[in-house]
């Protein structure tokens, strides 16, 4: 009965002038691929669009943005489909899927790279690494470029080069009133300022070019600790990771071992700290930066080596595939005090299930080069980004993972520094997002008022119009 009636919501007619309008593909609820079509990374997410139009260009994004605006339908934009809300989708409305304009283009001689707003990083990966490239990413190759760009950009080459926004240098998008702009320095400054950081509150992204930087192989891959050893490790690195050349980079994590290669059958399923690293300065320098750490806490297990650095942006990819159930909470943090890390601990002994973990991402180095006001991200003043995930592929777990990220996250809520990353926030209103942008919430309400003065665009960590 609720897909007759959002088939009913538009007339046929004026669905079908549309579909003749576009050259891409349109999917409704009565289409036998409407069920796999608005899935999206999250299964915890379950709705149901009234139309999904996969763009094939800039201009079909023209045509879907006045099609839901003329009819007054909500929108969502969905370029990868891992946002943690599962922003990307929304009920009754128009989803604007970019995942077809996932073109990649690199000029290795400006070391610049051109992406269309629907690509994955997997795909940006393989296209700049024969030229022994990177832009700096997030840390699994299945996450969507547009997503992650515009809220910030948090990865293994942080610490080196920066946010992903830090790097880069356009934008091409659609307004919500239909207008194609170019976002720079040089043009629509405020625009670019916003993107940087703000969502997807803005616009439509349908192109971004990025300042790549030589990168080709990494000294790279985790170090694993016994659990009870879990607070000398967050101690050593908490002090490790504001002080170490900016080559260096790393993750801590809480994690249970998955049962498969390349782990020891004794460490299957134990629970068990860790630290994925990434080091761009070579096999030297990496050792000369964790032997003392070798020496002081040996690892039980330790896999780091040289590899391209698209192996280790992909190398938990098989561990999350699209399909699990997550719940998502994150605050950012300035320091790891004796207290907080006790009560990291307590929890990480209680986690629920195999893929649930906690993870501590460095926000320093080149990223501190930045100040809070220079882009829309406010949190440069941040040592860690914290991020708690319960995840399960068994829908009756859900509110297992959920309850245990919530205990987790209120436990050690109080030990953050107010607001969180966005891109790993669930739905949690507008006081959270406004600590999460905390002065610059008030400037990008004012350029919201300006580029999307209706609120359009609101399927997002939203931004209310000044």
């Known amino acids: 009965m609720l897909l007759e009636f959002l088939s009913n919501l538009l007339h046929h007619d004026t669905v079908a002038a549309f579909r003749k309008q576009i050259g891409g593909i349109v999917v409704e609820p009565q289409d036998s691929t409407y069920g796999e079509a608005r899935k999206v990374y999250n299964e915890m997410i ?134 194609s702009v170019t976002a720079s320095k040089d043009q629509n400054s405020d625009l670019f300022w916003a993107i940087r950081g703000g969502g997807g509150n803005f616009g439509v992204v349908t192109s971004f070019l990025f300042q790549a930087h030589s990168v080709s192989t990494v000294f790279a891959g985790p170090m694993l600790w016994e659990l009870s050893q879990a607070p000398a490790v967050m101690k050593w690195f908490g002090e490790f990771v504001v002080t170490a050349p900016e080559e260096m980079n790393g993750f801590f994590a809480f994690m249970t071992v998955p049962p498969g290669p390349p782990f020891p059958e004794a460490l299957h399923l134990k629970k068990m700290c860790a630290i994925v690293w990434c080091c761009v300065g070579g096999e030297e320098q990496a050792n000369s930066l964790l032997n003392p750490l070798r020496a002081k806490l040996p690892p039980a297990l330790e896999l780091v080596g040289a590899m391209p650095f698209p192996v280790l942006q992909g190398m938990f990819d098989a561990l999350y595939p699209p399909g699990l159930h997550w719940y998502w909470k994150a605050d950012f943090v300035k320091e790891l005090s004796d207290e907080a890390i006790a009560l990291h601990l307590e929890h990480a002994q209680k986690l629920p299930t195999m893929h649930s973990s906690m993870h501590l991402y460095p926000v320093n180095g080149a990223a501190h080069r930045v100040k809070n006001s220079e882009t829309a991200w406010s949190y440069r003043d941040a040592v860690f980004s914290q991020v708690i995930v319960g995840v399960d592929p068994d829908p009756e777990n859900c509110g297992r993972i959920t309850d245990w990220a919530k205990a987790y996250y209120e436990s050690l809520h109080p030990y953050g520094a107010g607001g969180a990353y966005v891109n790993f926030m669930m739905e949690e209103g507008e006081d959270r997002i406004r600590a999460s942008y905390r002065e610059n919430y008030d400037r990008l309400a004012a350029v919201k008022k300006v580029y999307d003065p209706t609120n359009f665009f609101r399927n997002n960590q939203n931004i209310q119009p000044a």
């Open 46 to 179: 379950d709705r149901k669009p009234r139309l999904l139009v996969y763009c094939h260009d800039a201009a079909d994004v023209v045509m879907a943005v006045a099609f839901a605006r003329d009819n007054g339908l909500r929108t969502s934009i969905r370029g990868g489909g891992h946002n943690a809300g599962g922003l990307g989708i929304c009920d009754d409305g128009v989803v604007i899927d970019l995942s077809r304009m996932n073109s990649v283009q690199v000029n290795a001689a400006e070391k610049t790279v051109r992406v269309g707003g629907g690509a994955k990083w997997a795909e940006v990966d393989a296209a700049t690494h024969p030229f022994g490239l990177a832009v700096p990413s997030g840390i699994i190759s299945t996450t969507g470029v547009g997503g992650l760009t515009l809220g910030g950009g948090l990865g293994y080459l942080t610490r080196r080069f920066g946010l992903t926004i830090d790097n880069l240098l356009a934008a091409d998008m659609v307004l919500a009133d239909g207008r």
